[in-house]
């Protein structure tokens, strides 16, 4: 069983974790920043923490009827979050946008779920992990459309020189 003071330890784990998600995105400007994200990963938290303490210590003298089983919390959790995200997605004309926020806030709610069931350093990982990939895989992204733009203009530029070199009729 977890007592109170350790479920308050999580709960500022799964703040301090979010913090580090939301502020990516509040730099960006994006809709769902530093605020929606920490509300996000407390309120998985203690979604989470709730089912530990709703569900009694089990064993295996533990009779059937007594079990509850903790993961339908977690599973409201995952499929509730969709519906927040899906409202951080906007489509303007051919583009889409929001598809990260929205996955940065799925992420930040596993993130909260983690730390609530006593998972602080795997939790810790996978924020160091999407920082890695919403910072640290900008510049990659940024590589490749330029290798991408170079090798396009190079094609559009080869395709030109074979055309004005051909014969009408041909």
């Given amino acids: ?3 109170q003071g350790t479920a308050v330890l999580r709960l500022c784990i799964a703040f301090g974790l979010a913090f ?5 995105r509040e730099l960006r400007g994006q809709g769902a920043g530093l605020r929606t994200h920490i509300l996000v990963s407390l309120g998985s938290c203690l979604f989470t923490l709730c089912s530990l303490f709703a569900a009694p210590p089990l064993d295996v003298d533990t009779p059937q009827e007594v079990r509850a089983d903790i993961t339908r919390i977690a599973s409201q959790v995952v499929v509730g979050i969709g519906f927040l995200g899906g409202g951080t997605i906007l489509r303007h004309g051919a583009t889409v946008k929001g598809l990260t926020t929205a996955a940065n806030l799925w992420l930040t ?3 909260g779920l983690a730390v ?3 998972f602080p350093l795997v939790a810790a990982a ?5 920082l890695f990939t919403l910072v640290g895989l900008r510049f990659f992204e940024r590589a490749i459309l330029h290798v991408r733009k170079r090798y396009r203009l190079t094609a559009d530029s080869d395709t030109s020189a074979q055309g004005g070199n051909q014969k009408e009729g041909e």
């Fill in 126 to 130: 996978t924020t160091g992990l999407a």
């Fill in 1 to 3: 069983m977890v007592d």
């Fill in 109 to 111: 709610a596993s993130v």
């Fill in 116 to 118: 609530g069931l006593g």
């Fill in 20 to 24: 580090a998600l939301g502020l990516e």
